[in-house]
Structure formats: C-alpha cells, structure tokens
C-alpha cells in the first residue's frame, strides 16, 4: 500500500536542498542539450598523451562552463543505461542487472516527464538498435516524445567504426533532427565512439596511442581525442544553426573507459600506483554546464550523476520540492559533500571509503575508521531505499499519493 514510503519520503525530505537564488529558473524557456560521453574519465582533462593534449576542445569549452571536477559515475553492470537511470530520475541503479531491462516497466517520475508537463518536448538521440539497453520500452516509462534511433540516421560503412556511426557523423546528422523539434526541447545525445575496445581508423586518429602493454588503454586517447573533435564540430553547428544561445549544454561521462585489468598501465600513465582509494578517484567523471553568458567557474563539491536531475530542473525554475530525489542540486549553496558509488564506496569532503577502507583525501593515506564512520549508515540507507524503490515499484504509490493530495 506504499507504507514503506514513508521512512524514505522524510529521509528524502531532510535532505532536500534550497536551491541557489541566483541560478534558480535562470535558464528558463531554454533549450536543454544533455550528451553522455562514452567511457569518457577525469583524468582525460587537462592532460596529456605523447606531449600532446587529450581534449584540447573540452579543455577550451571548461573555461567558459560551470566544471565539476569531483563528479563520479554511479553506475553499476547497466553501464551506459545505468548512467541515464541515474540521470534522469535522481535513483540509484541495482546492485546487479540492469534496471532497464529488469524494472522497465515501473512507474517513474523522470526528468522528460516533469518537463513536458512544463511545455518541453522531450527526445534521445542515439544511433544504436532502439532496443538495445530495452530503450525503447523504458523510455516510455520516462515519458520521452520521442526516441531518434539507429533508422533515423544514415549508417554506412564509411562512416561507421566499432560499435556504428561515428560520432562526427552523428552529431552532423542530428542537425536536422533538433530543428524539427517543437521548442523547448530537453534532447539527450548519447555517443558511441569511444566505446570499448576502442577501434578508430587511421584517418580519425588525431593523436597517436600511448606505450603501455595494455593495448586498451593505448587506443582510448585517440578514440577520446576523436569525441572531443566531434564534439567541437558539434557545438560549432549549434552556433551556425542559432540554437546554441537559446540551450544550456550539459556533458558529462557516462562510466569508466578504462577498468582495474589495466591498472598497471594506468600506473604507468599517471606516474603513482593505482591503489584502491586511486581507483576510486579514477570513478569521477567530467560534467560540464554551460550556460549561455555565464562565466566559466571550476567547482570542487564532491557530486555524482544522481544531482544532475534536481540541478537541472532548477535551474528550468522548476521547484522539486516533494520529488523523490537522491540526488541534490549542484548550486545549492549548502549542500552536503557526499557521493555513494553503486558497490557502497562513498566519497565526503575529506575521505574517500572503498573496501572497507579509509582513505584521507589529500594525501590518499589509509586512516582510521571512525572519520568514515559517521557516513558509513547513510551511504547503506542511500542505496537501501533506492532499491526499495525500484524493487518494489514504490512510486506507483507516490503518484497516487501525490494526484489524491492534488485534488483535496
Ligand atoms: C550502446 C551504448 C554503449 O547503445 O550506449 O553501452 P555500454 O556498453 O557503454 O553500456
Ligand atoms: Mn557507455
């Protein structure tokens, strides 16, 4: 009868979150462009492979952006799909499956949901088979308009590599698509190009592999390096269409390219060793906001793909007060510094917990439980009530709750 929700609508209810005045609604009206990243790390940015940079276009397009560079994927065996669960409904994804193909039939309350009954017209764009993840049902179930799949664009061997289109290709062929929308749009781009095993033709490579005796993470900077090229044609488009200045972009990496089988030469990349507590920091992500005429501002708090839901419904001026949500916007001016990851690593301001460990932030020293102690509860409840949620199709409850509370 949906009793269970109680305990998690006051748990949800003390950790709601005022948004940031200033930002509140401050994109109104506007455009939402949302692009997952393929596989796309932190420790791409600013960095370098062979003396050459990795992302010289992300790196440009930071500096006038809000950057987040402490955001963590949380996903888990759902990987891409696990990152648009999170993303668009502030929910933790399972422990194990993927909840897209074992829940997609719950009641949700999604972010393209909300937005259409706020005028928005709401699509994903991705050129994959429409069921692939069980997209195409569980996009019904988040309210989505419209789901621009592998037969809306043109696939042909010349321009496809690996897993299909090429992302250049994608981005360009997306043009047509995005002018035919109804506006505002909120139109989620999910990229394929950097995927694993990373495959890219000579022509594509802008620079050459790395040197390690891991021939995966030798090919993920050119792979990388061509998303950031595609993605710097992209933008440039949406400036020459006028649609630029009249969206907010919001890019963010979907998961981790490079997994713990190649931390030796990871290890080797980045000059230390990859312990746990290195590992877990190898989980953040880059997410960027652009806002047209905003400054760009790096911003440190500690955050995960579950904030981005509140985050951008805020700054529409769209109150979430009432909502469901993990997550908590990313302006809030007094938010809590604190990300679970899907296997129950968390990370705070000061201490990252992964394996039954304790790790101080600044230096990456073992330290003493009881710093991690405090969160160690939160982070069980965090992922328990979520899962109570999905496991249980809880919100079914909440949306009657929520009419019946409408019509007194
Ligand atoms: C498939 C693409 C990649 O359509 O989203 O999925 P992944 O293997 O990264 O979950
Ligand atoms: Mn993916």
Not at 1 to 24: M, Q, T, W
Not at 32 to 48: A, D, K, R
Not at 112 to 138: Q, V
Not at 189 to 198: A, E, R, S, V
Request: proline share 3%.
């Amino acid at each position: 009868d949906g009793s269970e929700l109680v305990d998690i609508e006051n748990y949800i209810r003390a950790n709601y979150k005022h948004p940031n005045d200033e930002l509140f609604g401050i994109a109104k009206g506007k455009n939402v462009i949302l692009i997952s990243m393929e596989s796309t790390q932190s420790f791409v940015i600013n960095n370098t492979v062979n003396g050459e940079e990795i992302t010289p276009f992300l790196n440009e397009f930071i500096k006038e952006s809000y950057y987040f560079n402490n955001f963590y994927h949380q996903t888990g065996q759902g990987k891409t799909s696990d990152s648009e669960f999170l993303v668009d409904n502030s929910l933790y994804p399972l422990g194990r499956g993927a909840v897209f193909f074992t829940h997609s039939r719950n009641e949700f309350r999604a972010t393209p949901e909300i937005l259409k009954e706020n005028g928005y017209f709401t699509a994903t764009l991705h050129a994959n088979n429409k069921s692939f993840w069980n997209r195409d049902i569980m996009y019904q179930s988040f309210g989505y308009d419209r789901f621009y799949d592998i037969n809306d664009f043109e696939v042909t061997e010349e321009n496809s590599v690996g897993w299909g289109l090429k992302d250049a290709d994608f981005f360009q062929q997306s043009i047509r698509h995005l002018k035919e929308m109804p506006k505002p749009f909120y139109a989620k781009y999910i990229t394929l190009t950097n995927h694993f095993p990373f495959d890219l033709d000579e022509e594509d490579k802008l620079v050459q592999p790395y040197t390690s005796n891991s021939k995966t993470l030798n090919n993920y900077f050119p792979t990388v390096r061509y998303q950031d090229e595609a993605l710097k044609q992209f933008i440039q488009s949406l400036k020459d269409e006028g649609i630029y200045d009249d969206s907010i972009i919001i890019l963010y990496g979907d998961h981790y390219g490079i997994s713990e089988n190649h931390n030796r030469a990871m290890s080797e990349f980045l000059g230390e060793e990859v312990t746990p507590f290195v590992s877990t920091q190898l989980q953040r992500v880059p997410l960027i906001i652009h806002i047209p005429g905003h400054k760009g501002k790096t911003i440190s708090t500690v955050s995960g793909q579950i904030d981005l839901k509140p985050t951008i419904l805020h700054l529409l001026g769209i109150d979430t007060k009432g909502n469901i949500d993990f997550g908590t916007d990313l302006f809030a001016d007094d938010r809590l510094e604190f990300t679970v990851l899907r296997d129950g690593s968390f990370i705070t301001k000061d201490y990252v917990y992964t394996r039954d460990t304790c790790y101080r932030k600044d230096t990456g020293e073992i330290t003493e439980e009881r710093y991690c102690e405090q969160y160690l509860e939160k982070a069980k409840y965090e992922l328990e009530y979520s899962d109570k949620i999905v496991y249980g199709d809880l919100l079914r409850f909440y949306e009657n709750l929520r009419k019946k509370g409408n019509n007194e």
